[in-house]
T-cell receptor, first 111, second 113 residues
Framework: RKEVEQDPGPFNVPEGATVAFNCTYS??????FFWYRQDCRKEPKLLMS???SGNEDGRFTAQLNRASQYISLLIRDSKLSDSATYLC????????????FGAGTRLFVKA | EPEVTQTPSHQVTQMGQEVILRCVPI?????FYWYRQILGQKVEFLVS????????KSEIFDDQFSVERPDGSNFTLKIRSTKLEDSAMYFC???????????FGDGTRLSIL
């Protein structure tokens, strides 16, 4: 099983749609989880941290399910500018701050 | 907003040569990281660095690679005797603490000829 696994997509959605991505992780001891977005040939940019209680930032909602070892990202009212690759990031708590990136899910939002 | 800066933005080097990639992390951050991303592939962890020593490294980070914090601001990645497969985008990142979100520089594109 891959350490962090994501559906590569692509997800093609119209503007205004709601879209959800899931990510699974293999190390049950993992403690820190994040969603980043990456535009083509650019650096990853932090979208949001993912907390046990779930968290929301405007149109974006992140959830963590420790029992099933997955995290999710929900985007409401999609904008054209949301088109990007969404990266699931996990710190597997190996003691040395190793960070594992998923391969990313591509989202295309169309007018 | 403070940011991580990387130089150069693009480095072209002959195979077998040594390269040094430079990074200036955010000033109050204590944890530093290097990643690479081969074109079309995922971001791969190379190494984390804290308190002037490597805290963890991946299988990719072999004897060909080294990191250094030569002064209070710079954080460097050295690749000795570069190979064609070292061609990639290299990202530096920093964080205030080890489990807090990391902030990335805009990368150095390394092309090995």
């Amino acid at each position: 099983r891959k350490e962090v696994e994501q559906d590569p997509g692509p997800f093609n959605v119209p503007e205004g749609a709601t879209v959800a991505f899931n990510c699974t992780y293999s190390n049950s001891a993992s403690q820190s989880f994040f969603w980043y977005r990456q535009d083509c040939r650019k650096e990853p940019k932090l979208l949001m941290s993912v907390y046990s209680s779930g968290n929301e930032d405007g149109r974006f909602t992140a959830q963590l399910n420790r029992a099933s070892q997955y995290i999710s990202l929900l985007i409401r009212d999609s904008k054209l500018s949301d088109s990007a690759t969404y990266l699931c990031v996990v710190n597997p708590r190996t003691g040395g701050f190793k960070t594992i990136f998923g391969a990313g899910t591509r989202l295309f939002v169309k007018a | 907003e403070p940011e991580v800066t990387q130089t150069p933005s693009h480095q072209v080097t002959q195979m077998g040569q040594e390269v040094i990639l430079r990074c200036v992390p955010i000033s109050n951050h204590l944890y530093f990281y290097w990643y690479r991303q081969i074109l079309g592939q995922k971001v791969e962890f190379l190494v984390s660095f804290y308190n002037n020593e490597i805290s963890e490294k991946s299988e990719i980070f072999d004897d060909q690679f080294s990191v250094e914090r030569p002064d209070g601001s710079n954080f460097t990645l050295k690749i000795r005797s570069t190979k064609l497969e070292d061609s990639a985008m290299y990202f530096c990142a920093s964080s205030e603490e080890g489990e807090l979100p990391q902030h990335f520089g805009d990368g150095t594109r390394l092309s090995i000829l």
